[in-house]
């Protein structure tokens, strides 16, 4: 089966949990034999700090930005779109906050959803011919449901199923204003209609986005998101500091500050004077000033020795910031959909302690690798801090039970076997 999967690109800047989930599961579809088309949208696709280059990007970040706001670029001559949709432009536009959330492109979002009825029908007409004249795929996949108003285009012109992923699109579009925000979630109902099957990445975000895109019970399927616990190493608690690590994009709604205000408090007991923290997963400019301010929350408690900020987070250094902590814990203000790196910390032998919030309950109880807490303060996280942190039995237990879990709930293979199993299903409906 050939599987073309469409895939907005983070452009490489911060730890894309979205990303990564892609990446790791085209891999594993190709590992049964599947045939595996990663089609990037708005900005580059990385892998590992590889820039993913075979396919060209569509809905080029900058160029379909300068098309919404400002009508005479929908009339410029094709040399323009070029130079707007090269690579120097868009590694540039990654680093902006202006491609990575929804404030200021609120209109671009609807238009995005009305599909061959909004501004970017150009563009939607040239990934469909690109679809059907290179790719030939069998069964297109959208990587969320920001996509939907793809669907109906490709339906038409490919004549094949349309699968689409559920995580996180409510963290887009419920920041918006309120007459935004219900023009986006109604179309999004609509255009539901037109996708064969849709796979959300946990049974909590099932339930939610059942009532909210009114879905019916035939066409949503829940499927984990999965780690190959292979690609993983475990070193022993007992051969580690006590350092308590964050990996997510650096920013206040995954909770940087409610971990920064834990610390301080946790340390404030002379008993944890031993204990450190390690920070990273990226940024965007739009994140600058957050940091900066976080930073000088630290450096006025006397803490700046004990905190360690990353920059570097893929590949290698990655595995290298499991290896060197005990627990970890990123405190999303709302929740997650689901949140990989949860995964990813089981995998290498390193506990969670993370808010009764989202999926990360779901998560930890099938994982039996770390501990839930409630509500999601500073005061909260740092009394479940002190109850691990210098425990070296009871983190060696829940490193064990974690890994344990990954490799039975949440094995990346087992879940693309599951996932071409609903491709099956939608090219060959029951009679």
């Known amino acids: 089966m050939k599987i073309a999967h469409i895939i907005p690109g983070s452009g490489g800047s911060f730890y894309c949990g979205n990303c990564l989930r892609d990446s790791k599961y085209m891999k594993a579809l190709q590992d049964l034999g599947q045939q595996v088309i990663k089609v990037p949208m708005y900005l580059p696709l990385f892998?590992?700090?590889?820039?993913?280059?075979?396919?060209?990007?569509?809905?080029?970040a900058v160029d379909i930005y300068l098309k919404q706001r400002f009508p005479v670029f929908r009339h410029m001559p094709s040399f323009v779109d070029s130079l707007l949709n090269s690579k120097a432009v868009l590694h540039m536009a990654a680093q902006n906050a202006?491609?990575?959330?929804?404030?200021?492109?609120?209109?671009?979002?609807?238009?995005?959803?009305?599909g061959e009825d909004?501004?970017?029908?150009?563009?939607?007409?040239?990934?469909?011919?690109?679809?059907?004249?290179?790719?030939?795929?069998?069964?297109?996949?959208?990587?969320?449901?920001?996509?939907?108003?793809?669907?109906r285009r490709i339906k038409q012109r490919l004549g094949i199923p349309v699968v689409c992923s559920l995580q996180d699109e409510d963290v887009w579009i419920d920041v918006m204003s309120d007459a935004n925000r219900d023009e986006c979630w109604e179309i999004m109902k609509k255009r539901a209609r037109e996708v064969d099957a849709f796979v959300a990445v946990s049974d909590f975000y099932a339930k939610d986005m059942k009532r909210r895109?009114?879905?019916?019970?035939?066409?949503?399927?829940?499927?984990?998101?999965?780690?190959?616990?292979g690609d993983y190493r475990v070193k022993a608690i007992a051969?580690?500091?006590?350092?308590?690590?964050?990996?997510?994009?650096?920013?206040?709604?995954?909770?940087?500050?409610?971990?920064?205000?834990?610390?301080?408090?946790?340390?404030?007991?002379?008993?944890?004077?031993?204990?450190?923290?390690?920070?990273?997963?990226g940024k965007t400019n739009d994140d600058t000033q957050f940091i900066r301010e976080q930073k000088q929350?630290?450096?006025?408690?006397?803490?700046?020795?004990?905190?360690?900020?990353?920059?570097?987070?893929?590949?290698?250094?990655?595995?290298?910031?499991?290896?060197?902590?005990?627990?970890?814990?990123?405190?999303?203000?709302?929740?997650?959909?689901?949140?990989?790196?949860?995964?990813?910390?089981?995998?290498?032998?390193?506990?969670?302690?993370?808010?009764?919030?989202?999926?990360?309950?779901?998560?930890?109880?099938?994982?039996?690798?770390?501990?839930?807490?409630?509500?999601?303060?500073?005061?909260?996280?740092?009394?479940?801090?002190?109850?691990?942190?210098?425990?070296?039995?009871?983190?060696?237990?829940?490193?064990?039970?974690?890994?344990?879990?990954?490799?039975?709930?949440?094995?990346?293979?087992?879940?693309?076997?599951?996932?071409?199993?609903?491709y099956e299903k939608v090219r060959k409906p029951a009679q």
């Open 47 to 60: 892998e590992d700090g590889r820039d993913l280059s075979e396919v060209p990007v569509f809905y080029g």
């Open 98 to 114: 202006g491609s990575t959330r929804a404030k200021g492109l609120e209109e671009m979002t609807v238009s995005m959803l009305l």
């Open 118 to 151: 909004g501004v970017q029908k150009d563009e939607l007409e040239r990934l469909v011919d690109w679809l059907k004249e290179v790719a030939k795929p069998d069964v297109v996949h959208l990587s969320n449901a920001l996509l939907l108003g793809l669907a």
């Open 213 to 229: 895109l009114h879905l019916n019970d035939r066409q949503l399927f829940v499927n984990h998101i999965g780690v190959d616990a």
């Open 239 to 281: 051969e580690k500091k006590p350092i308590i690590g964050y990996i997510s994009r650096m920013c206040e709604d995954n909770g940087l500050d409610i971990l920064i205000d834990a610390f301080v408090l946790l340390k404030e007991d002379p008993s944890f004077e031993s204990v450190e923290l390690k920070i990273t997963g």
């Open 297 to 422: 929350v630290i450096e006025q408690a006397g803490l700046t020795d004990a905190v360690h900020w990353v920059d570097e987070f893929e590949g290698e250094d990655r595995l290298r910031f499991f290896d060197s902590i005990s627990l970890l814990s990123v405190p999303v203000l709302n929740g997650e959909a689901f949140g990989l790196y949860q995964l990813e910390a089981l995998a290498s032998g390193v506990p969670l302690v993370q808010p009764e919030l989202g999926a990360f309950p779901e998560v930890v109880n099938q994982s039996e690798g770390g501990v839930i807490y409630h509500p999601n303060s500073p005061k909260k996280l740092a009394k479940a801090w002190k109850g691990l942190i210098l425990n070296n039995a009871k983190l060696e237990e829940l490193s064990t039970n974690g890994l344990a879990g990954v490799k039975k709930h949440f094995d990346v293979h087992e879940q693309a076997r599951k996932l071409v199993e609903i």
